[in-house]
Structures are given as C-alpha cells and as structure tokens.
C-alpha cells in the first residue's frame, strides 16, 4: 500500500492465524525500520502505521500498487482535519 503525502514508519503487524504458515515464508524479509512511503501487506495482515500531517489538511489518497487491486477499490482517500 502507498499512502500519498508525508512518509510514515510501520508500528506494527499483526496476521490473522489462518495465514500464519504463507506469512511466514516472506516476513524474514520485511524492512520495517526507517520512513517509509510503501509498505507490503500480505493477506491477512493489518498493519499500524504512524504518520504525520503537518503541512496540509484535506484529502490524501491511498491505493496499492498492484493494478488489478487497484481496479477493484484499493484506491481511496481520507480526510485529515
């Protein structure tokens, strides 16, 4: 998912146990440390984020980078106040 704006840093993961055994032949590889502006989520995961808005207020938009998921919804924004 790429989150439009400002970068943010993972805070925490968390993957619902149906998907543990498929999550866990990719999570050695994750890099949560630092700022990012993407982050991989994998099916059956939430993920927390921290991110800051203190230049704009409004709408930003989030989607994920896979086209077809983007077809299908995963394109949308949200409003900061």
Known sequence: ???H???FQIIK?????R?????ETVS????DSGWKDT??????EKVMLLKRFD???GHFMYHCHNLEHEDLGMMRDFLVE
């Open 1 to 3: 998912m790429h989150i």
């Open 5 to 7: 704006g400002e970068p």
């Open 13 to 17: 993961r968390s993957i619902n146990h």
């Open 19 to 23: 998907f543990g055994n498929a999550y």
């Open 28 to 31: 050695a590889g994750l890099m």
């Open 39 to 44: 982050v991989l989520v994998m099916p059956g």
């Open 55 to 57: 230049d704009f207020k």
